[in-house]
């Protein structure tokens, strides 16, 4: 059975949402408040999230925002009351995974949910790897075939994230945004030096970088 940490606090449409996926076995944790929100997400897991954008206490995204920050992996719904695009991209950018705009046909949101829920698991063990890198998160170490690769702070959020969501394309701005938690105050340039930086840590010569540079668009990790 799954669990849904559903966020709303619109009380008709929390008790609906809740009663209909009950009925398709769902199990369903309804919640009113942000912060409530932030600290369920840093102590439990969730098979999917869903999230109405205006949350008293704190907003959905800048939650949608730590929780992807800190690895969490799990799918993110987020509801809004009426279109934004602005809300849209700076939601997407946070790392939800699909957006609605109320009023919404109860059937298209389960239809979301379960494509959602369909999508390949990203990495959230303890040990990351790829293309030779190895990552132990818990322990702040990252090795290449076995030889200890000393990083800055920063150096290790920025991988850590890159290496969580493999063969994923982030803008410089969506980095900004989700590794070091602030909006574009910073110049593209500190995204560019810390990309620069790390490749000269974790690259063998001769070898192709796991951080691909895509014109136009950001960066990603491949396994190389």
């Known amino acids: 059975m799954s669990i849904m940490l559903l966020g709303e606090t619109q009380e008709d449409l929390a008790t609906a949402m809740k009663e209909y996926f009950s009925a398709a076995n769902y199990t369903v ?26 949350l008293p206490g704190i907003d959905a995204i800048s939650i949608v925002r730590d ?10 719904l987020l509801l809004a009351g009426k279109h934004s695009s602005e809300e849209l991209r700076q939601g997407l950018d946070a790392g939800a995974d699909g957006y609605l705009v109320k009023p919404f046909q109860l059937s298209d949101m389960a239809a979301q949910v379960r494509a959602l829920l369909r999508r390949p698991a990203m990495q959230s ?15 702040g170490t990252v090795t290449r075939n076995d030889v200890l690769i000393h990083l800055h702070p920063m150096e290790f959020k920025l991988l850590q994230f890159l290496m969580t969501h493999p063969n994923q394309v982030f803008s410089a701005q969506a980095l900004v945004t989700r590794v070091w938690q602030k909006d574009f105050g910073c110049l593209e340039g500190t995204v560019r030096t810390h990309i620069r930086t ?7 010569v001769g070898t192709a970088s796991i951080i691909t540079t895509i014109r136009g668009l950001g960066y990603k990790t491949e396994n190389r």
Do not use: F, W
């Open 67 to 76: 929780y992807r920050a800190a690895g969490g992996c799990s799918p993110i």
């Open 125 to 139: 063990e303890r040990m990351l790897t790829l293309g030779g890198i190895a990552m132990d998160t818990g322990g």
């Open 29 to 54: 944790q309804l919640e009113n408040n942000g912060l409530q929100i932030l600290q369920c997400l840093r102590h439990s897991h969730y098979a999917v999230i869903v999230l109405e954008i205006a």
């Open 198 to 204: 790390l490749r000269k840590k974790i690259d063998v």
